[in-house]
Structure formats: structure tokens, C-alpha cells
Nanobody
Framework: QVELVESGGGLVQPGGSLELSCVAS????????MGWYRQRPGNQREMVAM???????KYGDFVKGRFTISRDNAKNTVFLQMNHLTPEDTAVYYC?????????WGQGTQVTVSS
């Protein structure tokens, strides 16, 4: 079993920045891809960013260069630096991790962008 714990969410003004963190613990041998998804009110969960253990990244189209995903393999931690936030980025952000053949999810952290 693997546990994912997110942190770093909160309230930020439009144009501001936040950094989310997610730590994987437990039986994490074989951890490969880690990523972030989000679920905006009234919408389905969507992919924000993903990163493989060797560093290859992928972003959702809406990111448009504003977010950066990174990871510390030694600490099984993935980060999401979010800049130029808009109210449309308000959502619950979920961390996930793929350890073949299972996909694990964190509990989510709320990000609210509002003035």
C-alpha cells in the first residue's frame, strides 16, 4: 500500500503563485510516474502535469507554460509550481503515483484563486 500526502494548497490572489508538494510513502518500490490532476467545481477531473522517474514531463493544454512539475526521486516527492494563477485554476488538486500495475491517489488539496 502507498500513501500520498499533498500540501501547499490555499487561497491566493489572481496572478499569484503557489507550490504544491506530494510525498509518497509505504511500499513505493517501483514508483515510476507521478502527477497532478485537478477537479474544478462542476467538472471532471483533468490532468495538470505528469513526470516520469527519468524526468520526462507532460502538461495539460490549459497550463500554457504557467506551471512546472518536478520531483525528488530520493524523497519520493513531486512538486507543482503554479504561477500566474487565475480564478479558473480554482480546484481540488490531487497527486497520483503509478506503481505498476496500480495507480494511487492522494486526498487532494484545495486551491482557491480569488481577490
Amino acid at each position: 500500500q502507498v500513501e500520498l500526502v499533498e500540501s501547499g494548497g490555499g487561497l491566493v490572489q489572481p496572478g499569484g503563485s503557489l507550490e504544491l508538494s506530494c510525498v509518497a510513502s509505504g511500499n513505493d518500490w517501483g514508483l515510476t510516474v507521478m502527477g497532478w490532476y485537478r477537479q474544478r467545481p462542476g467538472n471532471q477531473r483533468e490532468m495538470v502535469a505528469m513526470i516520469a522517474s527519468h524526468g520526462t514531463t507532460k502538461y495539460g493544454d490549459f497550463v500554457k507554460g504557467r506551471f512546472t512539475i518536478s520531483r525528488d526521486n530520493a524523497k519520493n516527492t513531486v512538486f507543482l509550481q503554479m504561477n500566474h494563477l487565475t480564478p479558473e485554476d480554482t480546484a481540488v488538486y490531487y497527486c497520483n503515483a503509478f506503481i505498476d500495475p496500480d495507480l494511487y491517489w492522494g486526498q487532494g488539496t484545495q486551491v482557491t484563486v480569488s481577490s
